[in-house]
């Protein structure tokens, strides 16, 4: 089924460990975002990415590092996990708007990554 | 200062109720997302607006660009319909904002 695919769903860390993030779309979408889910909070994004080869900060850019090298995968990086990075990663992708893809939803997510950091 | 404000936080309703969630906000937009999210679920997006009204089912969105608000409304409310609701709006600028989602309970 096309969509979106972040591995892994779940994970914990030790303070200072690193891990990758992947997330991976078949839409053949253009942006790419990583986003966290934290109790009480709404959404709120850490990086994101207009294309192949581009990235940008978002809301909350610091402790973690993304990078797009093919168009279809988005990494998230932690370089030394913080107790504080504890939350629920989601990935997401979305087409340029004014694209239409009859029946299709322009704006996916994937089914997020728990991470514990202790 | 939130760009998308949703009303209300939580809500309770009986199996069968008219339930309407609100959602306000302050930026131009290119579109905006109705959300569902099930306990420990994923994000599914429900809707998809630029102008007028939607309908899938028994949900129903509307959006008045003029006034930057939108409703979602579930006719007949099932227990099967308990989750949070979020919306997002896409910007001219091609950033989405959210809200920070209405928790939806129905009660059998």
């Known amino acids: 089924n096309a969509g979106v695919t972040q591995t892994p769903k779940f994970r914990v860390l030790k303070t200072g460990q690193s891990m990758t993030l992947l997330c991976a779309q078949d839409?053949?979408?253009?942006?790419m975002y990583w986003y966290r889910q934290d109790p009480g909070m709404g959404l709120r994004l850490i990086h994101y990415?207009?294309?192949?080869?581009?990235?940008a900060k978002g809301e909350v850019p610091d402790g973690y590092n993304v990078s797009r090298l093919k168009k279809q995968n988005f990494l998230l990086g932690l370089e030394s996990a913080a107790p504080s990075q504890t939350s629920v990663y989601f990935c997401?992708?979305?087409?340029?708007?004014?694209?239409?893809?009859?029946?299709?939803?322009?704006?996916?997510f994937g089914a997020g990554s728990r991470l514990t950091v202790l | 200062k939130n760009e998308v404000e949703q009303s209300p936080q939580n809500l309770t309703a009986q199996e069968g109720e008219f339930i309407t969630i609100n959602c306000s906000y302050s930026?131009?937009?290119?579109?905006l997302h109705w959300l569902q999210q099930h306990p420990g679920g994923g994000i599914v997006s429900l809707f998809m607006?630029?102008?007028g009204k939607k309908k899938h089912g028994r949900l129903i969105a509307t959006i008045n660009i003029q006034e930057k608000h939108s409703s979602l409304h579930i006719t007949a409310s099932h227990p099967r319909d308990s989750a949070v609701y979020i919306c997002?709006?896409?910007?001219?600028?091609?950033?989405?904002?959210f809200g920070t989602g209405t928790s939806l309970t129905v009660i059998p």
């Open positions: 839409m053949n979408h253009e942006y």
């Open positions: 997401a992708s979305s087409s340029y708007p004014g694209r239409t893809f009859s029946g299709a939803n322009v704006l996916t």
């Open positions: 997002a709006v896409r910007s001219a600028g091609n950033q989405f904002y």
């Open positions: 607006l630029s102008s």
């Open positions: 990415s207009v294309g192949e080869g581009t990235t």
């Open positions: 930026v131009g937009i290119s579109a």
